[in-house]
């Protein structure tokens, strides 16, 4: 009898694992295909929201948007006119543009700061995506909705106060930051996310920080996900922009945007 139910429990043991197992591969499935289709949708809205739309008074052949010329001239215009809405600010702001290499802090439209990048990278969906409609997306600034960074915003400067007179030192201990790895992601509002690394020669390290920042990230995004697909919802997609610098500069723009600031960005 005791062998029996103990085959009987290996059984049941059996079956439990085996559907559990079935479930687990069908939700893994689910969840890639839901994955998949996250980045054809974001793509789809940017081409509607943004793209051409002929009104019966004014038809312009689609054909002319992907002349040279034109679409050169129509990047610089777009990025001109989203850096005049950003002069109109007392506020920091940052200029990106892509081609050059180079980004600006600017005020009021006064460059105050130069930074060159060391290396660019653009996701895939922005450069599938309806040439004038990304475009148009990048008429008017970006502006930061939120941030994701490895440093802190405002440095902690640490001074001891003196018992008295005789006992007091001017030293305040130095930013630790300055030892730290310096990465971050600004989210825009429109959810355009932008990726700011520092140089991969200024890692501390052996670069493991980085390593730490970017699973850190992915975390985030799989349990964004999961909270969509748990809702039967295609999980949100962030087209992105991903770029190194100097480390000092990467802190430099990190610290003197505004918690809301502006970017705008030339293709």
């Known amino acids: 009898m005791e062998g029996i139910e103990n ?12 559907i559990a197992g079935t479930l687990l591969m069908i939700f893994l ?16 809205e940017i081409n509607q929201e ?5 009104s019966e008074k004014s038809k312009i052949d689609e054909r002319f948007f992907n002349d040279s010329g034109f ?31 180079t980004a600006f802090l600017e005020i009021s439209g006064v460059t105050v700061h130069k930074i060159t990048l060391s290396n660019i990278r ?6 599938r995506a309806d040439e004038y409609a990304v475009t148009s997306l990048f008429s008017t600034p970006l ?4 941030d994701f960074s490895a440093i802190r915003k405002e440095p902690v400067m640490i001074k001891i106060a003196p018992k008295d007179t005789s006992e007091y030192k001017p030293d305040i201990l130095p930013d630790t930051t300055r030892a730290e790895s310096v990465n971050y992601i600004f989210e825009m509002k429109n959810g355009l996310r932008l990726y700011i690394y520092q140089n991969s020669d ?35 997609y962030h087209p ?28």
């Open 71 to 101: 679409v050169a001239t129509n990047r610089e215009k777009s990025f001109y006119q989203a850096r005049v809405i950003m002069a109109e600010s007392d506020s920091l702001s940052l200029s990106i543009d892509l081609p050059d290499s």
């Open 122 to 127: 653009v996701s895939k969906v922005l450069l």
């Open 7 to 18: 085959k009987s429990s290996s059984s049941t043991l059996k079956i439990i694992l085996y």
């Open 29 to 44: 499935i689910f969840y890639m295909v839901m994955s998949l289709m996250s980045p054809a949708r974001k793509l789809s």
């Open 240 to 267: 992105a922009i991903y770029l190194r610098m100097k480390k000092s500069d990467a802190r430099i723009i990190y610290r003197a945007l505004p918690k809301h600031g502006m970017i705008s960005i030339l293709r």
């Open 143 to 146: 502006v930061i909705d939120n």
């Open 202 to 236: 200024d890692i501390d390290k052996g670069g493991f920080s980085v390593f730490l920042f970017d699973l850190n990230d992915k975390l985030r995004t799989v349990r964004d996900n999961l909270k969509s697909i748990s809702r039967f919802k295609v999980p949100d």
């Open 50 to 54: 943004y793209g051409y739309k002929a």
